[in-house]
């Protein structure tokens, strides 16, 4: 039997290598879209997929171009499609509210359009954001809670939620939506709060930093494990009809919280290194953020059971075990 095939956009980030890995190991042949800036440097831009880059199939395009996208399309024909890149730094999307809302609203399109006229058969995955609730009007977050975005990465991404939705409703194709909440791992970008703590912590006690810099430590996220969460974009299409889905681990902790494991797990005092920089502020903040998966468990199945303590833990131990040997 042919094997499925699957097209992965975003594949050199944290979530496309953990969902390369995980569909190679159900048996797909994978494919995914890199930027030709990621082919000429391997190195820097592919780490992620050292452990996979073999056996999948790479294909240079870019969400800014409709072409490049449609031409993927067309060689690959793939039966699944899971986009998920996009400008992903919410503060960021401050500084550029411009190419964030022309790269994710005109990528998703892109990516949709194409995938109708190349190969409408295709299953699509859009990657939706937690980051749409914004302002939250209640308390978890599920599925019919009304948006309030906080910022153009949020207003991209409910853009690029609505044009799913359209997409499936209007041409009939299978396209879903994830709203996924924050999650992280040791693959995590390093401008990410996760990270940023994790890396430095680890760098604090090796003495190769002295202090960390941070906005509001009060924020509170639900933070979860990308390798967890990447199982439920591919359960979420292979349902018998296409729908949306929340994906978080129903609690919530605050910046502060994960700086205080962080630095414990190296038994350091934060008291000593870490210290507040209002440039890290953001001009409107997303406060309480807390998921309902609820559906996710009654129609998918799935389910979450990582401790929050073992993900920080987790990306603490490797980022010291790596600056230790490298
Ligand atoms: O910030 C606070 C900051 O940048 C988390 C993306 O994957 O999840 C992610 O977006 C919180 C915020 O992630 C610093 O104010 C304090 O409240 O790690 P973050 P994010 O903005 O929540 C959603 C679901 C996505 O969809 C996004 O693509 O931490 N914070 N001090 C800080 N944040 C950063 N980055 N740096 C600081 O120094």
Redesign the pocket.
Known sequence: MAKRKALITGITGQDGSYLAEYLLGLGYEVHGVVRRVALEDQKHRMWRLKGCLGQIELHCGSLESYPSLYQIMVDVKPDECYHLA?Q????YSFEDEFTTLNTNINGTHYVLSAAKMACPECRIYF?A???MFGKVEEVPQKETTRFHPRSA?GIS?CAGFDLTRNYREAYGMYASSGI????ESPRRGY????R?ISSTAARIKLGMADKL?????E???DWGHSREYVKAMHLMIQQDTPDDYVIGTGETHS?KEFVDIAFGELGLDPGEYVEI?RK???PA??DL?VADTTKAERELNWRYDIPFEDLVMEMVRSDYEYLKKN
């Open positions: 996009a992903s730094f919410v503060a990657a954001s937690s980051e990465y991404k996924l909440f924050n999650h401008e990410f709060v996760t940023k810099y941070l906005g509001n430590l924020a509170k996220r910046v920089d890290f502020f953001r903040e997303v953020l």
